[in-house]
């Protein structure tokens, strides 16, 4: 079937540079953003609506004010206006949703759990338990929070037209065809570290705030506009992120809170979402429907696809993503239709999250390829190599790298996909049913504009400064990588500081594009300080440079450039893509139901890898969360209430230790040759996306048991 594996890879073994903030993230000395200690600090809790759609009658804060240690309550009533807040209303358009969720702004309710008071009080205690004295009462209006069960209920997003590429539905035409739904329940980032913001104002129009965020100059440029401040009046720190997988891509109204409450007491506020919070104020992955029809000719190549999607929004805002796109772009596929509508519920906003709308759209292209496999008696890995898109199918243009064959080998290979039965049900290992599956992935490789300061110092000390953040995916250890190799010197020479608004530009930590932007800005930044040292030293500019001694003989401080640096006109001319392919053999008890995930090993063509050890992890920690969506997560809404009933986690099952396996991420490690001058390639969102269709294939291998709605519960097996 397959050629032989002649392709180095990463190994498994963690080897390369350990993470540069390791040691102060276990050691506790990495501060987050809820964990700095200001004088005068005040603790703010919010109170949420215990109704879902509605109007608040009226609301008693007497008793909370009287309260030991308050210092205010605020509802509705009360607030000073945020300038932001006070846009004109659309009084030709009624039919205009009235965007963000405006805290504290009217008596409406949009949503359980809708804020309709803040206590600040001088203990986080004391303004917990003042919390619990403020009564509402509301009118109450029938809500909605059932999600789609077809299409027909939504409207197509701004931003998203039906597709045709030939002929539409032309699935239907094929010899050998299938059509089925596919659900995904809401899921929740839930990071480890809860939404939190301290906010100060230092003066009537300065401010400052340690926020968690993924983006501290665009978080600076929203609160800047809705306080009506000047930018530079701003200042967004965010040094740690205890993960947070585009819940932290925007401002979402406790930020606004803290900052309306911090302006009333003008002390500090300290704002920490609770966990229950989490599920209702920060964004998640909505709740899709997904529908594909999908034909193939007798040999296995396919004739074409329609692929219908129906994602939930909110009632006062659109969120859109784009589960229907890896139709267009995985495969060659000469046919294909793409419809996809989202539908308004009286629930909050979702937002992005990790591989957003592609990982909600391959989950069910790669079941589907997987059932036409069956249907076709092609092997899974065959059927994908008989539709190998070349070009990319939607532009026509040729991909700046693709090595997906090779991945598919390499994993394959390291699997034992050998040992996989062609029919589901046929293998047993101690009792248990064995199966094996895989599954692929796909997303934008996408290089934003960064700006890096480099300066060297005479103690020999390189300092990198830009105002990313880093999630967690060990930004700060790849950037120190590509500056050493650059500079030819050592890691324990370089600084690389980041998260605070008034550094260099930088686009917020999103879309897998960090290593690819601020990684190209790192390395043309330090190409330049090193000619620099080399102009200086006359003729005789060698390769290797003792800065230090450069400095000392020509009496300088330092010497420092800053570079601002893109992608060029090579990103008109290719369509830039990472892939990934996943690959599991599961084990299912024919009695329980119980899944168990033997094996996995995930295949990255990512260009080349500039970490390793990091980018083991990210794959790793992709993977895991695609367990979860495969296996576990569900937000669960009681329909009566509109409430949800398992938001915490204790009863929001995500993976831990005891579900995961020993997990193999290995990486093609092949450059592409124009995205940046390293040749890397995002990996954030590719390592999850695909990953719940390798696990829901490998259970119907195992069982002969197809389950189209996530998660894959034990019920759903017996
Ligand atoms: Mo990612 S969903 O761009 O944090």
Redesign the pocket.
């Known amino acids: 079937m397959m050629k032989e594996a002649t392709i180095s890879t990463i190994p498994t073994s963690a080897d390369g540079l350990s993470r540069v903030d390791g040691r102060a993230k276990v050691t506790g000395a990495a501060k987050y953003s809820a964990e700095y200690k200001l004088d005068g600090m005040t603790y703010a809790v919010l109170v949420g609506s215990t109704i879902t759609n509605g109007t608040i009658a009226s609301i008693d804060i007497k008793a909370a004010e009287k309260a030991p240690g308050v210092l205010a309550v605020i509802t509705y009533l009360n607030a000073p206006k945020v300038p932001g807040h006070q846009v004109a209303k659309n009084p030709g358009k009624p039919e205009v949703k009235s965007g963000p969720l405006k805290v504290f702004y009217d008596n409406k309710i949009m949503l359980n759990n809708h804020p309709v008071a803040m206590v600040i009080a001088d203990t986080f205690e004391r303004a917990q338990y003042a919390a619990s004295l403020v009564k509402a009462t509301y009118n109450k209006q029938v809500h909605d929070t059932k999600p789609p069960k077809d299409i027909n209920k939504g409207v197509a997003p701004s931003d998203g037209k039906d597709f045709t590429r030939g002929t539409a539905d032309a699935w239907q035409n094929a010899p050998i065809k299938l059509e089925q739904e596919y659900t995904l329940p809401n899921e929740f980032h839930n990071p480890m570290e809860l939404h939190a913001i301290i906010a100060k104002w230092n003066s009537d129009d300065k401010l400052t705030i340690w926020d968690k965020t993924?983006g501290v100059k665009a978080t600076r440029g929203d609160i800047a506009k809705a306080f009506n401040l000047k930018e530079e009046n701003v200042q967004v720190n965010s040094q740690f992120v205890g993960g947070?997988?585009?819940s932290a891509?925007q401002v979402w109204p406790h930020e606004i809170a803290a900052i309306i409450g911090a302006k009333v007491v003008m002390r500090p506020v300290k704002l920490v979402l609770s966990r229950p919070d989490m599920f209702t104020s920060v964004g998640y992955r909505p709740y899709t429907w997904q529908k594909i029809g999908i034909g193939a000719t007798a040999d296995g190549k396919l004739v074409g696809i329609t692929h219908e999607a129906a994602g939930q929004t909110s009632s006062y805002e659109d969120f859109s993503e784009g589960p229907i796109n890896v139709s267009k772009a995985l495969y060659a596929c000469p046919n294909v239709t793409t419809r996809y509508k989202i539908v308004s519920l009286d629930v909050g906003t979702p937002t992005?999250?990790?591989?957003?709308g592609e990982a909600t759209g391959a989950f069910a292209l790669e079941s589907a390829l997987d059932e036409l496999s069956y249907k076709l008696k092609v092997d899974p890995i065959e059927l994908r190599l008989i539709n190998y898109a070349k070009t990319d199918p939607v532009s026509g243009k040729p991909f700046s790298s693709k090595f997906l064959d090779e991945a598919y080998e390499i994993g394959a290979k390291q699997i034992g996909w050998k040992d996989r039965k062609a029919e589901p049900a046929q293998a047993t290992q101690n009792g248990w049913l064995v199966g094996y599956g895989m599954g692929g992935g796909m997303f934008g490789a996408y290089r934003d504009k960064a700006t890096v300061k480099a300066i060297m110092k005479a103690d020999g000390i390189l300092t990198l400064q830009t105002a990313v953040s880093d999630?967690g995916p060990g930004t700060g250890t790849a950037m120190t990588l590509i500056a050493a190799e650059r500079m030819g010197i050592s890691p324990d020479k370089i600084k690389f500081e980041m998260g605070e608004s008034s550094l260099p530009d930088a686009p917020m930590?999103?879309?897998?594009a960090t290593t690819a932007t601020v990684g190209g800005a790192v390395y043309d930044a330090c190409n330049d300080l090193k000619q620099k040292f080399q102009k200086l030293m006359g003729n005789g500019g060698t390769d290797k440079l003792d800065y230090a001694k450069i400095l000392k003989d020509n009496n300088l401080p330092s010497l420092d450039v800053t570079v601002q640096s893109s992608l060029g006109s090579d990103g008109q001319k290719y369509s830039m893509q990472s892939w990934s392919v996943h690959f599991t053999k599961v084990l299912v008890h024919p009695k329980t139901g119980v899944v168990k995930i033997d094996k996995v090993v995930c295949v990255a063509d990512s260009g080349t890898i500039v970490s390793p050890k990091t980018a083991r992890s990210q794959i790793v920690g992709g993977a895991i969360g695609g367990i979860g969506m495969a296996l576990m997560e569900e937000g669960v809404i009681d329909q009566r209430y509109g409430r949800y009933v398992n938001n915490n986690l204790a009863d929001y099952h995500v993976p831990v230790n005891a579900d995961i396996p020993q997990i193999e991420a290995l990486f093609v490690n092949k450059p592409d040759p124009h995205i940046n001058q390293m040749g890397a390639k995002g990996m954030?969102?590719i390592a999850l996306i695909g990953m719940a269709a390798a696990v829901a294939n490998a259970v119907y291998n195992a069982t002969g048991k197809r389950v189209r709605d996530l998660p894959i519960t034990p019920d759903k097996l017996i």
């Open positions: 993924q947070a997988f585009g891509l992005w999250m990790r591989g957003p999630i930590q999103g879309g897998s954030g969102e």
